[in-house]
């Protein structure tokens, strides 16, 4: 752990001493003969499935399958409604409203902004390079800062690179706050993961979710990874039953079909491979950036508005990213299905002619 670091004084005074909210399910787990405790409704359900209890508000069956594949404790996960969820919990964790500041590295997510005017948080902006990277500069301002959290998007979204390790780590080495690697595309990434690194960091937080290669972004599920003080503080400020029993269920289900998750990961891989070949050929295209992750930034010219405008015209939607620091005449291009990738080539061939 830096000397600079002591998680403690990183919390907000109000959250290290409010109490969080008891609930029943928090003073009795497990099946008692009358549960009479919550205030559930005991005859059943309206609908097809039964969810008359709350769910575990630690999701203890869930976090010991994530643990087991992860190679994680239990103690160092936390899950959110989403990873969004986790991003704005670490900022109400730490930063004070209208006082405390966070540091983000643009081009990226656009969430981490988001979730600092939410909270009235200011935002310090330190660019990554033309390629995307994470300069010896960048590096000295973010030690220099005094923000409460940076967050380090790797691989990057919109641009889908790995930020470099050894940048990644004299920022864990040296930062005073927080350092969030969102991994949310990890999956795609030639990279381990700062996961196997968690122990030696006490104020390192993975963020990955279930959304991109697990193919669940519509049941909302997220995970962070961190030392076991800093997950107690996410589990006191979180809402009790921020994970729903049907998420619970079915991640657990998802998570026992290792084989469609591998079978899916080899097949985005091999489209990503398959358009990262096939793009630079078309006239339009003037760049294609690398990528580990499940899509493609490519800077077109002369007009990738135009392109874009174009593919929408024929049903096919892209993300325009040209008005992004660093992205001008870009767009993020996600890796579909065989066939939609077919698609996307021919219609960008056919609007370069
Ligand atoms: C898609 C994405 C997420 C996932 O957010 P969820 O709330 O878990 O769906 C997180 N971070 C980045 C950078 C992403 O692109």
Not at 73 to 95: H, K, V
Not at 310 to 333: E, F, H, K
Request: net charge negative; glycine share 6%.
């Amino acid at each position: 752990m830096p000397a600079a670091m002591n998680l403690d004084k990183l919390i907000r005074p109000n959250v290290r001493a409010m109490q969080p909210y008891a609930s029943a399910r928090d003073e009795f787990q497990g099946e008692a003969r009358v549960m009479l405790d919550a205030n559930e409704n005991s005859q059943g359900s309206v609908g097809p499935v039964a969810f008359n209890r709350y769910p575990d508000p630690l999701q203890r069956s869930l976090k010991a399958e994530v643990a087991r594949l992860k190679q994680v404790a239990t103690e160092q996960i936390f899950l959110g409604n989403g990873s969004d969820e986790a991003i704005d919990l670490l900022l109400r964790l730490t930063c004070v409203p209208g006082q405390d500041s966070i540091v983000i590295l643009p081009p990226t997510y656009g969430m981490y902004e988001v979730a600092a005017h939410l909270n009235d948080v200011r935002v310090e902006r330190i660019p990554l390079t033309p390629d995307f990277h994470v300069s010896a500069d960048a590096i000295d301002q973010v030690l220099a800062s005094s923000a409460k959290v940076v967050f380090l998007c790797s691989p990057n979204n919109p641009t889908g690179n790995l930020l470099h390790a050894a940048a990644v780590e004299q920022i864990l080495r040296g930062f005073g706050g927080v350092v969030v690697v969102d991994e949310a595309y990890i999956d795609f990434a030639g990279a381990p993961s700062w996961t196997t690194r968690l122990n030696e960091f006490e104020n390192l937080v993975v963020l990955q979710t279930f959304s991109k290669a697990w193919g669940l972004a519509g049941l909302r599920l997220g995970m962070a990874f961190a030392a076991p003080a800093l997950i107690g503080y996410l589990n006191k400020i979180k809402p009790p039953y921020n994970i729903s029993e049907a998420t619970q269920q079915h991640a657990l289900a998802g998570l026992a079909d290792a084989e469609r998750f591998a079978a899916m990961r080899q097949e985005l891989l091999a489209g990503r491979a398959w358009l990262a070949e096939r793009l630079p050929a078309v006239p339009i295209v003037e760049h294609v950036f690398p990528s580990d992750a499940n899509f493609l930034l490519v800077r077109f010219r002369p007009d990738a508005t135009a392109v874009y405008q174009y593919l929408l015209d024929q049903g096919i939607v892209v993300r325009n990213r040209t008005t992004q620091p660093g992205c001008a005449g870009c767009l993020r291009l996600t890796v579909g299905t065989a066939s939609e990738n077919e698609t996307l080539l021919a219609a960008l061939q056919q609007f370069s002619q």
